[in-house]
Nanobody
Framework: QVQLVETGGGLVQAGESLRLSCVRS??????????MGWYRQAPGKQRELVAD???????SYAEFAKGRFTISRDNTKRTVYLEMNSLKPEDTAVYYC??????????WGQGTQVTVSS
């Protein structure tokens, strides 16, 4: 079974940066051939897609992430990254990674908490 482990969150002040990492382990469809995404869920809100990256490296971003966040991947490490700059209090959420542009997801990990103070 696939396992996803997200790390890199923390408490930062507005304007600062964080780099999140997500490592995939376990047995499942080949990481290299999956479009991967970062998602976030704020308290009382639904989980939303932040950014995704295809197997070929093409990226797309939610409007709120454009110009501030950068998604990347290292297939040799089965890892996807999210570089977040100019963080805002409204970016406070638990961040998760998973497949993207699919109808079924791998089991969700614990996520990593990002808290941005004003």
């Amino acid at each position: 079974q696939v396992q996803l482990v997200e790390t890199g969150g923390g408490l930062v002040q507005a304007g600062e940066s964080l780099r999140l990492s997500c490592v995939r382990s376990g047995i499942g469809s080949d990481f290299r051939f999956n479009t991967m995404g970062w998602y976030r869920q704020a308290p009382g809100k639904q989980r939303e897609l932040v950014a995704d990256i295809t197997s070929g490296g093409s990226t797309s971003y939610a409007e709120f992430a454009k110009g501030r966040f950068t998604i990347s991947r290292d297939n040799t490490k089965r890892t996807v990254y999210l570089e977040m700059n100019s963080l805002k209090p409204e970016d406070t959420a638990v961040y998760y990674c998973n497949r993207a542009r699919v109808e079924s997801f791998w089991p969700w990990g614990q996520g990593t908490q990002v808290t941005v103070s004003s």
